[in-house]
């Protein structure tokens, strides 16, 4: 079993910065795929983002792309998302989910375990 914490959502102007974070326990994390996805008001939940803990490769959606950057600390067992160049269209709950598996996905139903979420709001 393993438990994701996100924090550090809030409300941002556009064009502003915030780095959102996830938290795991209960197990090594050493062969997951750990991912975030965001669902906006009325709309369906997303892939954003996602990093392998064994090899530390990243896949990003399109709509991210060059804006957001995911990255680890093992030694905190610890995923971040740093979004930058914030646009309203970003405004979500961002959910941290992990795969048990050495290859990312995009594919939600392919994640095993997920966060609470936290939202993230960008202001025009």
């Known amino acids: 079993q393993v438990s994701l914490v996100e924090s550090g959502g809030g409300l941002v102007q556009a064009g502003g910065s915030l780095r959102i974070s996830c938290v795991a326990s209960?197990?090594?994390?050493?062969?997951?795929?750990m991912g975030w996805f965001r669902q906006a008001p009325g709309k369906e939940r997303e892939f954003a983002a996602a990093?392998?803990?064994?090899?530390?490769?990243?896949q990003y959606a399109d709509s991210v792309k060059g804006r957001f950057t995911v990255s680890r600390d093992n030694a905190k067992n610890t995923m971040y998302l740093q979004m930058n160049s914030l646009k309203p269209e970003d405004t979500a709950v961002y959910y941290c989910?992990?795969?048990?598996?050495?290859?990312?996905?995009?594919?939600?139903?392919?994640?095993?375990?997920w966060g609470q979420g936290t939202q993230v709001t960008v202001s025009s």
């Open positions: 990093v392998s803990w064994y090899s530390g490769s990243t």
């Open positions: 209960g197990r090594t994390l050493s062969r997951y795929v």
């Open positions: 989910a992990a795969d048990n598996s050495y290859s990312i996905t995009t594919t939600q139903a392919d994640y095993d375990y």
